[in-house]
């Protein structure tokens, strides 16, 4: 499976950006898929996820509420709509998927997600 994140750029704070993550080569019917993110000199976190069978969902506690990740079938992609960005928002944001995934409740953690998109950059200016 092949990852494609697209969607990032440069706003100010509190503006909105829409992410996308394309599958290829595979589909994402039976597994999770995430996002993380890493910002300079930190650790890559997670971000969002959601269980593409279920639709269970689960978010870091920074996002809650200004982030919401969403799935469509028909296109094979997965969004995560960002409002009300901060500047310690400000990461590359990445696209991760486990294809194989059957759990309603989704990880957390990075060590689950064998497949991962190249990133894209976003920038909250203050």
């Known amino acids: 499976v092949q990852l494609q994140a697209s969607g990032g750029g440069l706003v100010q704070a509190g503006d909105s950006l829409r992410l996308s993550c394309a599958a290829s080569?595979?589909?994402?019917?039976?597994?999770?898929l995430g996002w993380f993110r890493q910002a300079p000199g930190k650790e890559r976190e997670f971000v969002a996820a959601?269980?593409?069978?279920?639709?269970?969902?689960a978010y870091t506690n920074s996002v809650m509420g200004r982030f919401t990740i969403s799935r469509d079938n028909a296109k094979n992609t997965v969004d995560l709509q960002m409002n009300s960005l901060k500047p310690e928002d400000t990461a590359v944001y990445y696209c991760?998927?486990?294809?194989?995934?059957?759990?309603?409740?989704?990880?957390?953690?990075?060590?689950?997600?064998?497949?991962w998109g190249q990133g894209t950059q976003v920038t909250v200016s203050s």
């Open positions: 959601i269980s593409w069978i279920y639709g269970t969902t």
């Open positions: 991760a998927a486990n294809v194989r995934a059957y759990s309603a409740i989704v990880s957390k953690n990075d060590y689950n997600y064998p497949y």
């Open positions: 080569g595979g589909t994402l019917s039976n597994g999770h």
